[in-house]
């Protein structure tokens, strides 16, 4: 079956623009999660929607959102942008939320702000 | 504040040897520990996931262990092949705390033929 697909894979902004990235789980899967890249932070949570809620929400200032679809497809939106927020975001989904199991990750959205 | 401290620093070793990664915490609680495996480019891959009440864990050629007295997991590779080259990330989550996961720095692991 198909993973989960990024949308775009590369993007590049300048600063005080916004982006908006996008997921699609793998079918079937209901909770999608977000996470930053970056050579210095490493790999850092952002939110998780499960059935189009927030279940959780990471250390990130308000100008990171995200929202999901009846079709559980998830975006997150960066508003604002600045030269730190540079970095990979990760989509991951999984069948359920909170039964421990392995997440599946997509390839990333490498996006550069300049 | 939380810690999750991995081995910065490079892991090369022979092909054929084990490979053994180290993943320690401190001021966390974790119900659950997860191993990843990252190529350059690519998203996390799972691997395995090992529970606070379970000491070993085994998938082939790997092998997790998992010491809530220590605050340590330790990840085993057997018998490496280069394909085995990655970044090796160990990932923690707690109960009640649906999918959210900390993450290590990781590991990269170098195999040599």
């Known amino acids: 079956k198909a993973g989960v697909t990024q949308t775009p894979r590369y993007l590049i902004k300048t600063r005080g623009q916004q982006v908006t990235l996008s997921c699609s789980p793998i079918s079937g899967h209901r909770s999608v999660s977000w996470y930053q890249q970056t050579p210095g932070q490493g790999l850092q949570f952002l939110f998780e929607y499960f059935s189009e809620t927030q279940r959780n929400k990471g250390n990130f200032p308000g100008r990171f959102s995200g929202r999901q679809f009846s079709n559980s497809r998830s975006e997150m939106n960066v508003s604002t942008l600045e030269l730190g927020d540079s970095a990979l975001y990760l989509c991951a989904s999984s069948l359920l939320t909170g039964n421990t199991g392995e997440l599946f990750f997509g390839e990333g959205s490498r996006l550069t702000v300049l | 504040s939380q810690k999750i401290e991995q081995n910065s620093e490079a892991l090369n070793i022979q092909e054929g040897k084990t490979a053994t990664l180290t993943c320690n915490y401190t001021n966390y609680s974790p119900a659950y520990l997860q191993w990843y495996r990252q190529d350059p480019g690519r998203g996390p891959v799972f691997l395995l996931l090992?529970?606070?009440?379970?000491k070993e864990k085994r998938k082939e050629r790997l092998k997790v262990t998992f010491d809530t007295t220590l605050k340590q997991s330790l990840f085993h590779i057997t018998a490496s092949q280069p394909a085995d080259s990655a970044t090796y990330l160990c990932?923690?989550?707690?109960?009640?705390?649906?999918?959210?996961?900390?993450f290590g720095g990781g590991t990269r692991l170098m195999v040599k033929p």
């Open positions: 090992i529970r606070e009440n379970e």
């Open positions: 990932a923690l989550g707690r109960r009640r705390a649906g999918n959210m996961l900390t």
